[in-house]
């Protein structure tokens, strides 16, 4: 998702000055974004629903500290990027709770990581050893490199966007990328394919995602 500079700009001062409906403004323009990087980064509905709201909850209480040239874009993703990893971190130290739980409507919640088309019988069980190999190489990604392969990959922010999310130049972010692809495609050896972005088959989008 590409940001609107001028109209956030305009919705964190809005913000500042406790207009009415300011925060639900922002909220209604950017939950969705939130939640769907939340949601790959975890792969559990429900506490990527709760990081996304305690974002917004950060959000207003820091309302009175956030100047009015705030990339709101920015602001926004790393906070929710820390509290994800926080959040993962814990679920690595309680390996009761499933990091494959099912999302809202039982769907996967790495659903974009399944094929489109329909598949034969012996494909299909192949993508379903792919997804989960996949689930795991991206989930054993250090968080820098997670984060900013969620953001370009999925999110489609520019890499002028996602440097100022993980603090670092351009450059750097091109290292970044360059470096989980690298890690991804030894991960995933035995299933490399020329089509897609990590060497492996065309993916869907998430759930709700055009």
């Known amino acids: 998702m590409t ?6 700009q305009g919705g964190i001062q809005d913000l500042r000055e406790g207009r009415e409906g300011a925060l639900e403004s922002l909220m209604s323009r950017w939950e969705r974004p939130l939640f769907a990087f939340a949601w790959r980064y975890l792969r559990n509905a429900t506490d990527a629903s709760n990081l ?6 950060r959000l207003h209480e820091q309302r009175e500290h956030l100047r009015a040239d705030t990339r709101l874009s920015a602001w926004l993703f790393t906070t929710l990027a820390n509290l994800c990893h926080s959040q993962f971190r814990w679920q690595r130290r309680h390996p009761a709770i499933s990091l494959d739980a099912p999302a809202a409507g ?8 399944i094929p489109c088309e329909a598949d034969a019988p012996d494909a299909a069980a192949e993508n379903a050893e792919l997804n989960a190999y996949l689930r795991q190489a991206i989930d054993q990604l250090p968080h820098k490199l997670k984060v900013t392969l969620l953001l370009h990959h999925y999110e489609r922010l520019s890499y002028r966007e996602i440097a100022a999310i993980v603090g670092c130049s351009e450059r750097g972010v091109e290292t970044r990328l360059f470096r989980s692809r690298h890690l991804l495609r030894k991960a995933l050896q035995p299933f490399l394919r020329e089509s897609s972005p990590f060497g492996l088959r065309p993916e869907c989008s998430a759930p709700g995602e055009p």
Do not use: W
């Not at 996304?52 to 909850?57: D, I, K, N």
């Open 52 to 57: 996304v709201a305690e974002t917004f909850v």
């Open 106 to 113: 039982g769907e996967s919640v790495l659903a974009e990581s």
């Open 3 to 8: 940001s609107d500079p001028t109209g956030d």
